[in-house]
């Protein structure tokens, strides 16, 4: 994780939240990563192991990329401009963000 700059990725995300479609929360994460409707996974650091691990396994099976965010549940929401913590949140479609380029395009 060296590579990415959390000021980068709360950009991307930023523009993400605003032009694509963004679903919030670890349970609407798992259930949409289980039938592969969505293109990125974002985990922050502090999210509950046993829910990440849900994360994790379920986007290995669909094919789908998980970026562990460089922050707490609470700098995630901030990034996304909620006025809550985020734990987790799945990207349907990334709109005119490049967010998808810190997992190598989305390609697996």
């Not at 929360?25 to 509950?48: E, F, Y």
């Amino acid at each position: 994780m060296s590579g990415l700059s959390k000021g980068e990725i709360d950009k991307s995300l930023s523009i993400a939240v605003r032009t694509g479609k963004i679903l919030f929360g670890s349970n609407v994460t798992i259930k949409n990563a289980m039938t592969g409707k969505i293109r990125l996974a974002i985990v922050a650091a502090n999210c509950p192991r046993d829910r990440r691990e849900k994360i994790e396994y379920y986007c290995k099976l669909s094919g789908i990329p998980v970026l562990i965010y460089p922050g707490s549940s609470l700098d995630l929401g901030s990034a996304c401009g909620k006025p809550f913590s985020v734990a987790a949140l799945a990207i349907r479609d990334p709109g005119d963000s490049d967010i998808l380029r810190f997992v190598g395009g989305g390609n697996v």
